[in-house]
């Protein structure tokens, strides 16, 4: 099934970015930039959701490069992570690391102790991407406390992606997880740092990581 974001972005990417970038290239940018904030402090969350989007696509599309050096743009959407709608605060993970990048890892580790389990699912997997290594501990007691199987199975999976020697700990116990998906995604951040398979049998890589010392 799809994430709810991403069925989201292909409903909004189309007409939305085409209307943006008509609206910039008649205003040389700066009016669509200001209707954009504007957006953001809006009452509607959807257009709160349909601002974000646009302007990290068109970053991202390189249409608004210069806006990665807008201040107010990152402020803005740093504000939007604490925003009263679930999806705005997700979008707003999504958009600040496409504005900021790395030195938006901080802030979007705060979102793994969102209430709601999509912002926290979304800050995990993002914190990934981010290869956002000073974030390890922080994603190590996600995946050892969330009562999300999919926050929890993110936060995994971003593990793998830092490939932290330091992470093993915690993704051999998570090999005991409940959940089939954990467990799997687990294992495959320990094939990524350690570079060998051994199997779904927490005993293989008990004597591996632990014994051998």
Partial sequence: MDHPLQ???RAA???LAAAITAAALATGGCASLQARLQELHGPDPDDRVEALLALADGV???????LRRRP??????RGALGDPSAL???VAVEALADLLGWPAA????DRLRDADPWVRFTAARVLGELRATEQRERLEEVLASDDSEDVRRAAARALGRLGAPEARRALYLALGDPSPAVRFH???ALVIIVGRDLGPDPRAWRQV???AR
């Fill in 60 to 66: 991202r599309a390189g249409r608004y490069e210069y």
């Fill in 186 to 188: 687990a294992q495959r």
């Fill in 209 to 211: 990581l632990f014994e």
């Fill in 106 to 109: 901080g802030a979007i580790a």
């Fill in 7 to 9: 069925i989201l972005r």
């Fill in 88 to 90: 705005v605060r997700q």
């Fill in 72 to 77: 107010e743009l990152a402020a803005a959407v």
């Fill in 13 to 15: 990417r189309g007409a």
